[in-house]
């Protein structure tokens, strides 16, 4: 028994360890390919004769038209970057991908002004119009095709990056945030019409014609497979209902779902989560599981933040749910050390109250609340630490009081696991909090490739 199971603890470290490097491979490959795209792009721009100097007003529209071209290119890459690719997710992770998606949003909304901005001075300067007689000649003259539907399509990118703001957001609900990002198909849509028919880089070269409709209908046979095929699919075979709702404190419910074929699926991995009722079948909302897979059900536990998850506490046991998943990379596999610590904030404690029945070695949890009432599975997680030799630290306390200021600090970090800077370390909580705590992991001495984070947030 002592050699099979150094056997088997020797094959898990040597998965622990090869699965980052495929992923950095994968990453690699990824920041290569996408510049190197755009840099075809540019080229075949200006193979094509594009890039001329001849007067003011060429310069002008010749930077419109490669403006227009890469906002394009990135608006794909948009798409593609959550469409639910499983290679591209495993290999990121789904909290990486969102972050490089919000900055990629932003390139794409910067160079889609640029391109109007250079349109219509260019044109003008061309055309010897004053800017206000260029602008209504191009878009109600009828003298450039596909104008008014590229307008359009404008329009409904700046909303979407519009309600992208974090304060924007904070203020809509996530089901109208949710809807309104709708439109970004639309107006990626709407180019197409604008783009391709009319762009006189395409229409006068075929090859190029055909590249760039290529990236279009490639982007668009992902963006069905994933997001609208494997998922239904899915959801044939798993057949999934809710058979259990359970409060578990003030605005906290725990959810557990079985059906015919459950997804595979790791600790501290979630889900998207389609409950079909009325008024919730038509968002899909990430929720983490909050016990590791069993074989006979999946749990998740929602806290009450928003409209969405308040009402999930009146689900109907035998509601059918479609899942999309499973997601993210916060999970034993990532782990580089035999030692480990695991730190929640608020309700982020639910994937690593999955991740506890799971880790191995010497693990060390940290759970931070601001007041003893917002500690939740205080029974399990004692029950799980005594069974696995697990030591559960509760930080309690305001961090706007002189004496939550510390907690967590790094010299608090540091009193609490002296030996930090030698562990995985697993953060798990709202945004701002898990922020600040990488922040005061650095301070701690814990290098940067030592952390696995997961943020909570919509």
């Given amino acids: 028994m002592g050699v099979m199971a150094a056997l088997d603890h020797l094959e898990q470290t040597t998965q622990a360890v090869a699965l980052p490097s495929r992923r950095t491979v994968t990453v690699a490959l990824v920041w290569l390919a996408v510049p190197a795209n755009a840099a075809v792009i540019v080229g075949l721009w200006v193979h094509g004769g594009n890039l001329t100097t001849r007067s003011a007003g060429d310069v002008l529209v010749g930077v419109a038209r490669l403006t227009g071209l890469l906002c394009a290119y990135l608006a794909l890459i948009q798409v593609l970057l959550l469409a639910r690719i499983p290679a591209l997710e495993r ?3 789904f909290d990486r991908l969102s972050v490089w998606h919000r900055w990629n949003g932003h390139a794409t909304v910067d160079l889609l002004i640029a391109h109007v901005f250079f349109s219509f ?3 003008a300067e061309l055309d010897r119009y004053s800017l206000p007689k260029e602008i209504r000649t191009m878009i109600a ?3 450039y095709p596909g104008m008014i539907t590229a307008t359009i399509g404008t329009a409904f990118l700046v909303v979407v990056a519009w309600t992208s703001v974090v304060i924007v957001r904070r203020r809509l609900r996530y089901e109208w945030w949710y809807a309104v ?3 970004a198909y639309a107006g990626i849509a709407l180019g197409w019409f604008h783009q391709i028919p009319t762009g006189n880089e395409l229409v006068l070269h ?4 055909a590249y760039w409709k290529s990236l279009y209908l490639v982007t668009l046979a992902l963006l069905v497979v994933f997001r609208l095929v494997a998922p239904l699919a899915a959801a044939l075979r798993q057949r999934l209902r809710v058979a259990e709702v359970v409060a578990e404190g003030p605005g906290v419910v725990s959810l557990r779902i079985e059906g015919a074929r459950l997804p595979n699926a790791q600790a501290g991995q979630f889900f998207l989560w389609r409950f079909l009722t009325h008024g919730r079948w038509w968002t899909a909302h990430p929720f983490s599981l909050s016990a590791a897979p069993d074989g006979r059900s999946l749990r998740i536990t929602v806290k009450s933040l928003g409209d969405h998850s308040a009402k999930l506490a009146t689900v109907p046991v035998g509601t059918r749910v479609l899942v999309e998943g499973p997601f993210g990379v916060f999970t034993e596999a990532a782990r580089r050390h035999e030692r480990i610590l695991l730190v929640a904030g608020g309700i982020g404690i639910t994937p690593i109250r999955a991740l506890l029945e799971e880790v191995r070695g010497d693990a060390v949890l940290l759970y931070r609340v601001v007041d003893e009432d917002d500690v939740v ?5 004692d029950a799980i630490a005594a ?3 697990i030591r559960v630290e509760y930080v309690v306390g305001d961090h706007r009081a002189e004496d939550g200021a510390r ?5 608090h970090l540091r009193e609490l696991v002296p030996d930090i800077e030698q562990r995985d370390v697993y953060v798990c909580g709202p945004p701002a909090m898990t922020d600040a705590l990488l922040t005061r992991l650095r301070g701690a001495g814990v290098p940067r490739r030592h952390v696995h984070a997961e943020r909570f947030a919509l």
């Fill in 91 to 93: 290999a990121v992770g």
């Fill in 121 to 123: 001075w260019g044109y």
């Fill in 141 to 143: 003259g009828g003298i």
């Fill in 377 to 381: 599975f205080r029974e399990e997680l």
């Fill in 387 to 389: 069974r696995r030799g």
């Fill in 206 to 209: 075929p090859v190029v014609d």
């Fill in 181 to 183: 990002h709708f439109l």
């Fill in 407 to 411: 907690l967590l600090a790094p010299q």
